[in-house]
């Protein structure tokens, strides 16, 4: 049988063309079909499959799954769209021995077999084709910028459904990112042409590329672009740089000693800045301030918390030491020398977790304290680590064993334990109940 005719290779932007099926084969299940031609190209080189689907000249649509290259042939798998598979069970059903109650598969099988030497109308999913020319050129256009101007090869290549990744030999500071990002985008400006073609075999030995050619008996497949770049890549790609429309270098971070760049090309480049300019005004608004200005003012807003951030703990520790002075006060301590504190107190959770905290961290003390907020109470034990240890006290068992008491759930450590409370109007009830055990040491 003769290889598949690969047309995505002769005409990058052909969308649609007829092909006549040659053979259908059954593998696992799974319903493949070989033509003599296709525009869809199998995946290849960091580049995903194309998407797209198939239409007989009964009209059904036959959506593409999967495509797989052996060796030249080119296999389509495909399933039906679910009107056509309803159509097909009807009409099989008619004609072969299978029942209505066959194997979809099956009937999809004996359909497509007896189409054999007849033409399919086959349509591409042009938006993910364009996407993927875009992102995998547009790859090489920053490896070939990359190289010419700090002499970094490629390591790896991801394009993803949202965002790309690139991987460069060695670090790079933000000067020299900016360098390669505005370099990329004047080769864009300057619409150079992206030839692909195959390369001789009497011309392997002489031919030069970035990165050694593969040793393979296959023929080989070469990208160029002007004087910029020249590598082997078995992807679809565009004609000229100028398609690109636009690349962005999103982030890049170190990765195993080398560095990872994030980029989108084209469209995905073009919605990104469009998207980041829209909330870039919005803030830009809110800050009352202009482009040059706005580190400034939000430099100066950083200020302003920094000091209000440091005075409100000023302001903090001198309402924790009155209010924790005021709820020691006349308490005396239990048997084993440690205050024990209590109370429902009216303040904020975080406030009365902070009070918790203070009270233990300056008193041999326990506190046993719940918060009266309206829209939510906690309860918090709390006592210091070291305290907790010497005298063998367990506030987290404590809190387990006695939580029916006010529907509380929550745990902790042997020093720390804190729970939400369901049953307001009890929680005088728990908070006594482990004040009388640390009273009564």
Known sequence: MLKTEALYYHDRYMKECQAKLLSVEVDQGKVKMIFDKTIFFPGGGGQAQDKGYLIDD???????????????????????????????????????????????????????????????????????????????????????????LFSRNTLGLHIGKDLSQLDIVGEFDDVMVKEAERYA??????????????????KLKDFYTRRPLPKTSEEIRILKIGNLDTNACCGVHSTNTGQLKLIKIKKYYQHKGNTRFEYLVGKRAVSYLLERDHYFSKLLLEYDTNETNILNAIGNIEAKKDDFAEKNKVLLDY???????????????????IL????????????????????????????????????????????????????SIRLGRDLKEFASLADIRGGGSDYMAQGQVFDKKNVDKFIDKIYSIYTGL
Not at 328 to 337: F, P
Request: hydrophobic share 35%.
């Open 319 to 337: 309402y924790l030491e009155s209010r924790s002075r005021n709820l020691i006060l006349d308490l005396k301590e239990n048997s084993q020398g």
């Open 185 to 202: 985008n004047l080769i864009i400006s300057q619409e150079i042409n992206i030839d692909n073609f195959v390369l001789g075999r009497d």
């Open 340 to 391: 024990v504190v209590k109370g429902v107190l009216d303040e904020e959770a975080w406030m009365v977790e902070a009070l918790a905290k203070y009270i233990t961290n300056k008193y041999k003390a326990i506190a046993i304290f719940a918060s009266g907020a309206k829209d939510s109470s906690r309860v918090f034990l709390q006592v210091d680590k070291k305290l907790a240890k010497d005298k």
């Open 58 to 148: 009964s009209g059904i649509r036959f959506d593409i799954y999967g495509l797989e290259d052996r060796e030249g042939h080119i296999y389509h798998e495909v399933r039906p769209a679910k009107e056509g598979l309803e159509f097909l069970m009807v009409k099989m059903h008619s004609q072969t021995d299978c029942t209505y109650h066959d194997e979809k598969k099956s009937i999809l099988e004996a359909y497509i077999r007896g189409k054999i030497g007849e033409p399919f109308e086959m349509v591409l999913d042009w938006e993910h084709r364009e996407d993927n020319m875009h992102q995998h050129s547009g790859q090489h256009v920053l490896s070939g910028v990359f190289y010419k």
